[in-house]
């Protein structure tokens, strides 16, 4: 039985499991990495708000994602993060037993309850295999996000989607109808399932797949091809033998592996990518399977300033419960929208000199924002395309300043050359643009920084973001983006209303972006932020009232609920 709002609620009634190899619901959780995980724990909060009867379950990573640091150079080095479960979440007393190869691997369970607005609850699961009746290998399978190589991950894959479905039923969550797969991670899900109803049958019939098929729904989140998980057969029969047959295995293989997108894509009812776009994107990647599209959303209350709450609560009233309902920002006084900005960019201000105090930020300075993982694709380095023309710019239109943040993955070289590069670019400005990296980004650094700064740069080569979700979060604070257009900028973007575009709808070379980027400042934003505060606070709320009003997890939610949950 749980407890919610004075009643009690039965865990039968919870018949949706939501699946996610990472979810974000407190810095001091370190359960992500990024924008999958934060995305995860924006859709369960608005689960938690809209009395969706949903339980998640993840993995316990006893020792995180990684804590960043960089020296003066901009060479990262990665350690542990240290933590304690206990401190935030309640061990339970469940246990399952999960086989890999020969070993009987132990695993149990934790668990989280995220609260919504009118006390509705919805718990969150996490697996730990850091037991006594493990062998040193196997307590250490849910230690790390993203670490270790192939077998280590397939580990991972195998206790989250064979034992999160097992530990699911041990605690009582026995009327599961839905599986919710975000991303491939935990389509193992779908062995265990074949495998119970398979049963005592000597070989699974055509009744037994589409039985389990109308049960699974998957989510994909990446048109860029190292998203996708795929192992070889050899191991992954070696692994599961005792799960299911090597026939069985070979009749659900792509391409000579197994190819957890292709595994979920044939084994679900609903599929969907997360931007118009990234639909259409994904059909092309994946012929054959019909695709559909629901766009990513964030959770309005927990990405919106203080400040900017404070003029949401006096102007429109039941906005934390109906994200819809910030359509009416157009009717907020430009002053009240002003001067929570400025709170909020002095709160930025004041804490990037208070941990950078050599960077010296001014919070009447123009001030951009990129804070992104650092991976090629996403161009973090196309602001310093042309230094001389950006210097031009601060020195003819108006003074400016740029904020970074962002981890490279611990493998990836080519990522921590693009930090490196930044740095280097920070010592060539010194004295005329200021320019900060900040270590470490995490939830609360986002906060500030989405909110306080005064423009949102988002640089993604095409067509390889399939969504994004930080200029959302600037939306809520008023916040412009300036945007290449792919993933939700796409639909979000109306030149000069919610902010900029870069380049064309085509694939444009860097030149070309990089051209159209600095034309943009020069001509159309530097100009207006200095001159035209009027026009100005106008365009941050039509970035409210046009972009935050529908780019939300409640929104996504509905469209969730409508077309997959319950069909």
């Given amino acids: 039985m749980e407890r919610f709002a004075g009643r009690t609620i039965k865990k039968d009634k919870r018949n949706i499991a939501y699946f996610s190899m990472e979810i974000g619901l407190d810095s001091k959780i370190p359960t992500y990495s990024g924008g999958l995980g934060i995305l995860a724990g924006d859709t369960i909060r608005s689960c938690a708000d809209l009395h969706i009867p949903v339980v998640a379950t993840t993995l316990l990573y006893r020792k995180g994602y990684f804590t960043q640091k960089l020296d003066s150079h901009g060479n990262q080095t990665e350690s542990d993060v240290k933590w304690k479960p206990e401190l935030f979440l309640k061990k339970t007393d469940k246990k399952v037993i999960v086989e890999i190869e020969d070993r009987k691997v132990a695993v149990t369970a934790w668990q989280y309850n995220v609260t919504g607005v009118a006390g509705y ?56 109808k839905k599986y919710h797969m975000n991303e491939g991670h935990s389509s193992l899900l779908i062995f265990e399932l074949l495998r119970r109803q398979k049963g005592r049958k000597k070989k699974l019939t055509r009744k037994d797949y589409d039985a389990v098929r109308s049960k699974c729904l998957f989510t994909t989140h990446t048109p860029v091809p190292s998203g996708h998980d795929h192992f070889p057969l050899d191991v992954v029969k070696n692994s599961l033998k005792n799960i299911i047959s090597p026939e069985e295995i070979d009749a659900m293989s792509y391409q000579g592996n197994l190819d957890l997108t292709h595994l979920a894509m044939d084994n679900s009812q609903y599929i969907n990518g997360v931007a118009k776009k990234h639909g259409e994107i994904s059909r092309k990647m994946f012929p054959g399977h019909l695709i559909d599209s629901i766009t990513n959303g964030i959770h309005s209350v927990v990405w919106t300033s ?69 991976a090629t694709y996403k161009r973090g380095t196309l602001l310093f395309s042309d230094i001389n023309r950006l210097l031009e710019i601060a020195q003819k239109k108006g003074e400016i300043q740029i904020i970074y943040a962002g ?121 207006k932020y200095y001159n035209n505060r009027e026009q100005w606070i106008n365009i941050m709320k039509h970035s409210i009232a046009y972009n935050a009003s529908f780019f939300n997890t409640h929104r996504m939610m509905h469209q969730y609920v409508l077309n997959a949950y319950f069909r």
Avoid at 352 to 362: F, G, R, T
Avoid at 430 to 459: C, H
Avoid at 461 to 472: D, N, R, V, Y
């Fill in 121 to 176: 609850k919805i718990p969150v699961i996490f697996l730990d295999t850091n037991l006594k009746e493990n062998n040193p290998y196997d307590r250490n399978i849910t230690n790390w996000l993203y670490g270790g190589d192939w077998k280590y991950r397939l580990c991972q894959e195998i206790i989250l989607g064979i034992g999160g479905v097992r530990i699911l039923e041990a605690l009582g969550y026995n009327k599961i």
């Fill in 306 to 374: 203080k400040y900017f709450r404070e003029i949401y609560d006096k102007y429109i009233p039941g906005w934390q419960k109906d994200s819809f309902s910030l359509r009416y920002a157009l009717g907020i006084p430009d002053y009240e929208i002003w001067n929570a900005h400025k709170k909020a960019k002095k709160d930025l201000i004041d804490y990037v000199n208070k941990e950078h105090p050599s960077a010296d930020l001014k919070s009447h300075i123009f001030t951009i924002g990129f804070a992104r993982r650092s």
């Fill in 407 to 527: 981890k490279a993955h611990p493998n990836d070289s080519q990522g921590k050359e693009i930090i490196k590069f930044i740095f280097s670019k920070m010592k060539e400005l010194k004295g005329k643009i200021s320019v900060v990296y900040l270590e470490n980004y995490g939830i609360e650094i986002a906060k500030k920084i989405v909110s306080g700064v005064d423009l949102w740069l988002n640089t993604p080569q095409k067509p390889l973001e399939a969504s994004g979700t930080s200029g959302m979060k600037a939306c809520h604070n008023g916040i412009p983006n300036l945007s290449i257009l792919d993933g939700w900028w796409i639909e979000g973007h109306i030149e000069n209303k919610t902010g900029w575009s870069i380049g064309t709808k085509a694939e444009n070379s860097n030149e070309e972006d990089a051209r159209d980027l600095y034309y943009k400042l020069d001509e159309k934003i530097v100009p």
